[in-house]
């Protein structure tokens, strides 16, 4: 194997990031350092609708964009069965989604 492909950045390629086996059990979970964290996320729906108070737990736009290039490709249909705040369908249509 050659080494953790997981531990500086993410994949393209999800299946590069499956869990490595092996002694250590790695597995690759992002920091709210990489990602953000609701306090961000608050910040942002703060900037885009100041007029509201944003519920107790959005998801930073960098986390989903986290999620959306590892799970899907370009051209691909991204689903937010919920649509909350509308940052799941921001994110995927600036990552080229659909």
Same mark, same amino acid.
């Given at each position: 194997?050659?080494? =953790?492909?997981?531990?500086?950045?993410?994949?393209?390629?999800?299946?590069?990031?499956?869990? !490595?086996?092996?002694?250590?059990? +790695? &597995?690759? &979970?992002?920091?709210?350092?990489?990602?953000? =964290?609701?306090?961000?996320?608050?910040?942002?729906? !703060?900037? *885009?609708? #100041?007029?509201?108070?944003?519920?107790?737990? #959005?998801?930073?736009?960098?986390? *989903?964009?986290?999620?959306?290039? !590892?799970?899907?490709?370009?051209? =691909? !249909? &991204?689903?937010?069965?919920?649509?909350?705040?509308?940052?799941?369908?921001? &994110?995927?249509?600036? *990552? +080229?989604?659909?």
């Amino acid at each position: 194997m050659r080494g =953790d492909p997981c531990a500086k950045a993410p994949p393209r390629n999800p299946s590069q990031c499956r869990p !490595i086996t092996g002694p250590t059990g +790695k &597995v690759f &979970v992002p920091t709210a350092e990489e990602v953000g =964290d609701s306090t961000e996320s608050k910040k942002e729906i !703060i900037g *885009l609708f #100041p007029e509201i108070n944003p519920f107790s737990t #959005p998801k930073p736009e960098r986390l *989903l964009q986290r999620i959306i290039q !590892i799970a899907t490709n370009e051209g =691909d !249909i &991204v689903l937010d069965y919920f649509a909350g705040s509308g940052t799941t369908a921001a &994110v995927a249509q600036k *990552l +080229k989604r659909k």
